[in-house]
């Protein structure tokens, strides 16, 4: 199982402010796209194992960082992996890097489990399988750079 993977974007025109520059909440979606795509290199399937189930999971914080600008056409891979893990919380990190292997974006994103009523959920308690499954996925920890 991967600690970390890489997703390769292509930037869009329309990610772009009218300066040409990625607008910063294109990185927020990228994010996104990244956890889920960490999840399902790691054998769960967000839709069929979380959300199929009830089981919801929301962000509660995100934060990016700017370093480098990006523009429309611009290669570049979000690199995401697990900071931290509980049974009712996790923990994202994300950096992305243009072609030219510098990191242009560093971010981190916070979540919970609830169920569908909006409380809060063990997922352990929840789903004892799905809990043995994720916790197969390794943690890396924090990137500091």
Known sequence: MPDVVRTEFEVRWGECDPAGIVYH???????????????????????????DRGIVVVVLEAQCQ??????AEDRVWVEAWWRH???????????????AGEVCTTGRTEH???????????????DPDLWRRVQQI????????
């Open 25 to 51: 909440p294109a990185y927020l979606d990228w994010f996104s796209v990244a956890r889920m795509h960490f999840l399902q290199e790691n054998g769960i399937s967000y839709m069929k194992e979380f959300h």
């Open 138 to 145: 390794p943690v890396r920890g924090e990137w500091n750079s």
């Open 66 to 71: 700017y370093r480098k600008p990006l523009r």
């Open 85 to 99: 893990l509980s049974r009712t919380r996790f923990g994202f990190q994300y950096r992305v890097i243009n072609a």
């Open 112 to 126: 919970a489990f609830i169920d569908l009523h909006g409380k809060p959920l063990n997922l352990a308690k929840r």
